[in-house]
């Protein structure tokens, strides 16, 4: 009976170092698998005061400053009193070991809008064909405002000027929605009497796919001549792609209905830097062809301030 009662408890015994090594098992796992998901390592980019750039894998930040692992030269330590910002870089933004930095100029084609916004606080300056400037401004993530004016009528005395108010939002995943007004304003000298305003512009909506790199949008909007609205839309086919970190290619099209439909196309390429971008492109239509078979050239640059 002694024997039987000892094989019953060397069963249990058994039975319960089974069970409880097939539960504390997946406990180590669980930790051992803990332990070896390190956390990934960061990409930083940090600008200093003197306007160098530096990048690198994030190793560290004491009172020396913050240490950088850099593909050209190694280990670094950039002095705290020399730091201008740090920004983390998105690993989505590497293409190829390549960090491409963002489209700064992803709110607008040539002159034509986009439905992407500028962010709350930033702002960008536009040049056209070294005369004509305009400013924009991220009031919010959706809303932006702009203005400006064209250089050579300022010194004639009837300067013209314009207001850009936007207002554009996300309604999927690669789709986005806009509208805005494009109100342009020139004050007409008259000998005889006080100087008069006559106003003229676009109001319009905008459809956009796609991403801020490569995308399309089509438009429609209604001109107008102080009060007096047009009887056919415009219809703008506009897009961009980007072929590499600092070149992409830019089209914006206007499409006027009338009896017969007309209108203007282009076509360019843009090169971009992390805040500034350069349009060289060629404005065309069937009269433009007769002349000039490119086109007429198109030239401006943007710089973006900000975040």
Same mark, same amino acid.
Not at 196 to 223: C, E, P, Q, R
């Given at each position: 009976?002694?024997?039987?009662?000892?094989?019953?408890?060397?069963?249990?015994?058994?039975?319960?170092?089974?069970?409880?090594?097939?539960?504390?098992?997946?406990?180590?796992?669980?930790?051992?698998?803990?332990?070896?998901?390190?956390?990934?390592?960061?990409?930083?980019?940090?600008?200093?005061?003197?306007?160098?750039?530096?990048?690198?894998?994030?190793?560290?930040?004491?009172?020396?400053?913050?240490?950088?692992?850099?593909?050209?030269?190694?280990?670094?330590?950039?002095?705290?009193?020399?730091?201008?910002?740090?920004?983390?870089?998105?690993?989505?933004?590497?293409?190829?070991?390549?960090?491409?930095?963002?489209?700064?100029?992803?709110?607008?084609?040539?002159?034509?809008?986009?439905?992407?916004?500028?962010?709350?606080?930033?702002?960008?300056?536009?040049?056209?064909?070294?005369?004509?400037?305009?400013?924009?401004?991220?009031?919010?993530?959706?809303? +932006? =405002?702009? !203005?400006?004016?064209? &250089?050579?009528?300022? @010194?004639?005395?009837?300067?013209?000027?314009? /207001?850009? #108010?936007?207002?554009?939002?996300?309604?999927?995943?690669?789709?986005?929605?806009?509208?805005?007004?494009?109100?342009?304003?020139?004050?007409?000298?008259?000998?005889?009497?006080?100087?008069?305003?006559?106003?003229?512009?676009?109001?319009?909506?905008?459809?956009?796919?796609?991403?801020?790199?490569?995308?399309?949008?089509?438009?429609?909007?209604?001109?107008?001549?102080?009060?007096?609205?047009?009887?056919?839309?415009?219809? +703008? =086919?506009? !897009?961009?792609?980007? &072929?590499?970190?600092? @070149?992409?290619?830019?089209?914006?099209?206007? /499409?006027? #209905?009338?009896?017969?439909?007309?209108?203007?196309?282009?076509?360019?390429?843009?090169?971009?830097?992390?805040?500034?971008?350069?349009?060289?492109?060629?404005?065309?239509?069937?009269?433009?062809?007769?002349?000039?078979?490119?086109?007429?050239?198109?030239?401006?640059?943007?710089?973006?301030?900000?975040?």
């Amino acid at each position: 009976m002694s024997t039987f009662a000892a094989v019953i408890r060397q069963s249990i015994l058994t039975c319960s170092f089974i069970v409880l090594v097939s539960i504390a098992s997946p406990l180590f796992a669980q930790t051992d698998t803990t332990k070896a998901q390190a956390p990934a390592p960061q990409r930083w980019l940090v600008e200093t005061k003197d306007g160098s750039v530096y990048q690198g894998i994030f190793l560290g930040q004491d009172e020396k400053g913050i240490r950088l692992r850099t593909a050209s030269a190694g280990e670094i330590t950039i002095p705290m009193d020399q730091v201008k910002s740090t920004r983390i870089l998105d690993e989505r933004n590497f293409k190829n070991g390549e960090y491409w930095f963002e489209n700064p100029n992803a709110t607008r084609y040539l002159f034509g809008p986009s439905a992407y916004s500028l962010r709350k606080g930033e702002a960008y300056y536009q040049n056209t064909y070294l005369v004509l400037n305009s400013f924009n401004y991220g009031v919010t993530n959706n809303f +932006t =405002i702009g !203005g400006g004016f064209e &250089l050579i009528s300022t @010194f004639t005395g009837e300067p013209t000027f314009f /207001i850009t #108010p936007k207002y554009a939002f996300p309604i999927a995943e690669k789709w986005r929605a806009g509208a805005g007004v494009l109100y342009l304003t020139t004050t007409l000298g008259d000998d005889e009497s006080e100087d008069d305003f006559s106003g003229m512009g676009i109001g319009y909506s905008v459809l956009t796919y796609g991403n801020t790199d490569n995308n399309a949008t089509i438009g429609l909007g209604y001109g107008f001549v102080d009060s007096e609205l047009a009887d056919r839309p415009v219809i +703008t =086919i506009s !897009g961009m792609t980007r &072929l590499s970190r600092r @070149f992409g290619l830019v089209s914006e099209n206007w /499409i006027v #209905p009338e009896e017969s439909i007309g209108g203007v196309f282009s076509y360019g390429i843009r090169h971009m830097g992390e805040r500034i971008t350069v349009d060289l492109a060629f404005i065309n239509n069937r009269e433009i062809a007769e002349s000039i078979a490119i086109g007429i050239p198109y030239v401006d640059f943007v710089v973006k301030f900000g975040k």
